[in-house]
């Protein structure tokens, strides 16, 4: 049996409706455009993030923005239409961009930054340095159009991920995914690609 997402009906007892529209109005008063936010919610550096239209929060998600220079611009980017899950961390200090359609599951972690680098070249940050003290390694982390981020995932800086992707739940994303692609592991790998002339997934 097909259903279409606009086929599905969500019933909301009343005193759930009460609850919708205390969050609709709380909503309203961090950004017009945004459509439900669903408290908690934890939001620091809010003049730093371009909220998008009808963006949804699920419960106690983090969006994080920390100024690392005096220059004032959007760090944290969202398309239109996204809609994230209950505990949903986003942490920025220059760049994390979702385009428009995503959706995210809950406990997903996105961040352009990391305590130290480990890459076993010159410069590695020794074990004996406190981890807050490490110097931070910031790459921007770019997420395409209509991409779906299963339960848990871990998007890792540096990271694109293509237009229309599929990312398995508990993947650790540390490498480009291409557009159209199904991928998931810990590191992650690509399975399957869209074939547009078949219209179907075709396992690589």
Known sequence: MKNSKDNLQRHYSFGEKIQLGYFLIRTKLIGRSIRLIRFPVII??????DFGSNLTTGYWC????FQTNNENYKRIIFGNNVQIND????CALEHVEIGENCLLASHVY??????GKYSGGDGDSSP????DHREYIIKPVIIGKNVWIGEGVIVLPGVTIGDGCIIGAHSIV?????SNCM???SPIRIIKHYSFDKKCWVRN
């Open 44 to 49: 620091r550096g809010r003049r730093y993030i």
């Open 62 to 65: 983090r969006l994080e923005v």
């Open 87 to 90: 505990f949903v961390h986003i």
């Open 110 to 115: 996105i961040s352009d930054n990391s305590h």
């Open 128 to 131: 004996i340095t406190p981890p």
């Open 174 to 178: 540390n490498k480009d995914i291409p």
């Open 183 to 185: 991928a998931v592991g």
